[in-house]
């Protein structure tokens, strides 16, 4: 770990007070639309910074900074922050609360007003991705920013528990599905902890989990992602049917689906939660042409 990621715990960060009377000032409640479940607690902050092992030469992409507890955390481990939040009121007021906690990094972050699931272009490229993710699109945030931001080589998430671990689950596991074997097309995901429910307002009724990767190059295969995406959409659209079976629709028919598995060297008996992200990208391959 650098020395910035671990933090003195008499760095100022936003406590329960601080960000209760931002919320009030703004006149605003979070909202389960936005799934928004703000830190309150300081040393949770610098739990995830330090999980997150930022260099002090990176920028860092955060999604969701809210009312800016992570972003200060941030903003003492990194070079630059780029934050991208949605909400417009929210972002508007971020600059301020950077300018009264962190005066000496004014010129250390961007904020970007808009929808991390549509959000294209960046003011830097992130080497770093750092973000407590709204539960209801967690998983389509992740896979749409590491597709989007190439310069994203690793990161850690903050998610809903169970997201966690289906995010890092391995071949074979009972939570492996579509989310497990996506995320390993761009990386190496692991548990990295957990984050109880007491540390955030409102208090979730489930905790959370932390989500460190690591991004590796994709399969070698001639096959596009979007191809073999198709294929683990189709294996595990229904789970308890065989891959002959499962890949039937997306291969003109369960013989074309058995002809692409036997020359993939996948078993047409076998399901999809036994396969990794390699077998997919062979099967994707061997689709037969109609």
Do not use: C
């Amino acid at each position: 770990m650098n020395d910035k990621a671990s933090q003195s715990p008499a760095t100022p960060l936003l406590g329960a007070g601080e960000i209760r009377r931002l919320a009030e000032e703004l006149g605003i409640r979070p909202t389960k639309t936005l799934g928004q479940n703000f830190v309150i607690d300081g040393n949770t902050i610098r739990r995830i910074v330090s999980a997150a092992d930022v260099d002090p030469s990176e920028t860092v992409l955060e999604v969701g900074p809210g009312l800016g507890s992570l972003t200060l955390g941030l903003l003492d481990a990194a070079k630059h922050v780029v934050a991208v939040e949605i909400d417009p009121v929210l972002a508007a007021r971020l600059p301020e609360t950077i300018a009264q906690w962190r005066p000496e990094r004014v010129d250390s972050y961007d904020v970007v007003q808009a929808d991390a699931l549509r959000v294209t272009e960046l003011p830097a490229d992130p080497s770093a991705l750092v973000a407590n993710l709204p539960y209801n699109v967690a998983v389509p945030v992740v896979l749409h920013l590491l597709a989007q931001f190439p310069s994203i080589r690793h990161g850690l998430v903050m998610v809903q528990d169970e997201v966690a671990d289906r995010l890092a689950a391995p071949p074979g596991s009972k939570v492996y599905g579509v989310p497990s074997v996506k995320a390993a097309w761009y990386g190496t995901m692991r548990k990295a902890g957990v984050i109880g429910m007491n540390v955030f307002w409102p208090a979730p009724k489930i905790a959370s989990g932390l989500v460190a990767f690591e991004r590796h190059d994709p399969p070698q295969t001639s096959a596009s992602r979007e191809e073999v995406f198709a294929v683990i959409d189709a294996a595990f659209a229904q789970r308890r049917k065989t891959l002959r079976a499962a890949l039937a629709g997306w291969a003109g028919g369960a013989a074309r689906a058995e002809e692409a598995l036997v020359s993939a060297g996948v078993e047409p008996s076998a399901r999809g939660e036994v396969l990794d992200i390699h077998a997919f990208a062979r099967i994707a391959e061997g689709k037969p042409k109609p």
